[in-house]
């Protein structure tokens, strides 16, 4: 089992930058891959990157794309997502979340998720 803890998120203006750590405790951390998801209020919560077990795969919505990094240091047990140009429409909550199957960008195949951390993004 791998616990997970969100930091980094706040209140940015439109155009900023932003950067959201995912602290792993537990279990082997680079087992897993891993992942940022959403939600804001009143929809789904929804893909934004996801990072393979050793860093080299990545993947991300279209609506972030160019925008965002997802990236991992397994000797830290920790995930990190660059926000750069952040827009209103990226305000939510950001989750991270862990995954046994190594690359996966489908919330149901994530087995681990944090709290979460909110983002508000003023424009």
């Known amino acids: 089992q791998v616990q997970l803890v969100e930091s980094g998120g706040g209140l940015v203006q439109a155009g900023g930058s932003l950067r959201l750590s995912c602290a792993a405790s537990?279990?082997?951390?680079?087992?897993?891959?891993m992942g940022w998801f959403r939600q804001a209020p009143g929809k789904e919560r929804e893909f934004v990157a996801a990072?393979?077990?050793?860093?080299?795969?990545?993947s991300y919505a279209n609506s972030v794309k160019g925008r965002f990094t997802i990236s991992r240091d397994n000797a830290k047990n920790t995930v990190y997502l660059q926000m750069n140009s952040v827009k209103p429409e990226d305000t939510a909550v950001y989750y991270c979340?862990?995954?046994?199957?190594?690359?996966?960008?489908?919330?149901?195949?994530?087995?681990?998720w944090g709290q979460g951390t909110q983002v508000t993004v003023s424009s």
């Open positions: 979340a862990a995954a046994l199957t190594n690359f996966v960008v489908v919330r149901a195949l994530y087995d681990y």
């Open positions: 537990g279990r082997s951390f680079s087992s897993y891959g």
């Open positions: 990072i393979s077990r050793n860093g080299i795969s990545t």
